[in-house]
């Protein structure tokens, strides 16, 4: 079965770190644009960061960029989301999305997603 998961959710305490993967089974994700998305609750989903085919480039949202920072790991068939500094606001479920660019076109694949929880 073609799908993505991910790893490396949990709970943190605020100014933490966490380093989410996500992972492709039967999917070859150097051969993809990768993304992650949260969504928290009540509110709607939110990108978050994308990487490239070739891993030139990352975006970030505003919200996340120089303390969240996004890579490949082609030996692994991963995409790996540093979080550091993490807020209360990061609190959300984090999910991974394949398709062929950052910029445009449908998301072909989805992962379940992830639990992020920053609290005291």
């Known amino acids: 079965q073609l799908q993505l998961v991910e790893s490396g959710g949990g709970s943190v305490q605020p100014g933490g770190s966490l380093i989410l993967s996500c992972a492709g089974s039967g999917i070859t994700l150097a051969n993809y644009a990768i993304a992650w998305f949260r969504q928290a609750p009540g509110k709607e989903r939110e990108g978050v960061s994308c990487i490239s085919i070739s891993g030139d480039l990352g975006n970030y949202a505003a919200s996340v960029k120089g303390r969240f920072t996004i890579s490949r790991d082609k030996s692994k068939n991963t995409v790996d989301l540093q979080m550091e500094s993490l807020k209360p606001e990061d609190t959300a479920v984090y999910s991974c999305?394949?398709?062929?660019?950052?910029?445009?076109?449908?998301?072909?694949?989805w992962g379940q997603g992830t639990q992020v929880t920053v609290s005291a």
């Open positions: 999305a394949a398709r062929y660019s950052c910029y445009g076109g449908s998301w072909e694949y």
